[in-house]
């Protein structure tokens, strides 16, 4: 009897993406993608926001990019300007790899602020994690 090697390789190439990533932040990737479900604003705190672009630089130095990225807001109801200066940075720094991201499920006042920020220039905002996945892989 054959057993199975419990560690599969994503298809992203990348095993256990999770590992890399603050234990709040949900990730998962579905086909080439990825998507990471911020679970509160808390992680952009400034001290969890470091911590994060920590994580984030740690995912790019382990494994060359470019990416297909979703940033899944659904759990965070509002942020203050500093929250999406973080968000602003890390969008950045992924975008500076060649990696393509996509915003989905932000409220109202999320996507104003992004509007503000000037984020929705380079960084498309849709509804749905399904919709953004399908924008990536179109």
């Known amino acids: 009897v054959g057993i199975e090697n419990p560690k599969r390789e994503s298809e992203t190439g990348i095993e256990n993406p999770v590992q890399y990533f603050p234990p709040d932040v949900s990730v998962d990737s579905t086909g080439s993608v990825f998507c990471i479900r911020f679970t509160s604003r808390e992680q952009f705190s400034f001290q969890d926001g470091e911590m994060l672009k920590l994580f984030f630089g740690e995912f790019v130095n382990e494994f060359p990019p470019p990416y297909q990225i979703v940033f899944n807001f659904a759990d965070v109801d509002y942020l203050t300007s500093e929250e999406v200066g973080i968000i602003a940075a890390v969008s950045q720094a992924f975008a500076d790899t060649g990696s393509e991201i996509v915003f ?29 996945i399908a924008c990536l892989q179109s």
């Open 104 to 132: 989905c499920e932000s409220g109202p006042q999320l996507v104003e602020l992004f509007t503000l920020f000037n984020l929705t220039c380079t960084v498309p905002v849709v509804a749905t994690q399904d919709e953004a």
